[in-house]
């Protein structure tokens, strides 16, 4: 049986920037272009905006949900699991979304660099945390 350990802080990055091209790049650009009329009506239309980072938000919460892993995640092999080592389930996974959209401002995103299991503080109110199999 593979333990699993903390990921290593770049993972987590590459993985959340592969997720802004695979999903959030997508929304924007459906909202952008698809469902308002360009750039300058979607700059201007608050909701608009407010939509597609909340949409973003369910979708990632649902790719953890059902596989622990977002596309990004997954093209890095970690997970987003409980502190149990399982799955958590959607309600949390959406808390966490919106702990981190809200702790984001005050630097919520940088405990990991000094915490030994690497979690920011997003994470600490979800009891969650990103791990990846030991070899």
């Not at 959340?16 to 360009?38: E, H, R, S, V, W």
């Not at 407010?50 to 997970?79: D, E, H, R, T």
């Not at 799955?87 to 808390?95: D, F, G, H, Q, S």
Request: with cysteine; proline share 1%.
């Amino acid at each position: 049986m593979s333990k699993a350990v903390a990921a290593n802080i770049f993972s987590r990055v590459k993985a959340f920037i592969m997720d802004m091209f695979f999903i959030a790049a997508p929304l924007l650009y459906l909202m952008t272009y698809i469902i308002l009329n360009g750039k300058d009506e979607f700059q201007s239309n608050q909701l608009a905006i407010f939509l597609v980072w909340l949409v973003f938000g369910l979708i990632q919460s649902l790719f953890f949900a059902f596989k622990a892993q977002s596309p990004g995640y997954k093209a890095q092999g970690i997970y987003l699991v409980g502190l149990n080592g399982k799955k958590a389930n959607l309600l949390i996974y959406i808390l966490r979304y919106f702990f981190f959209i809200t702790t984001f401002i005050i630097g919520g995103s940088f405990f990991c660099f000094f915490r030994k299991d690497k979690r920011n503080l997003h994470d600490l109110l979800a009891g969650t945390i990103v791990v990846k199999k030991s070899d």
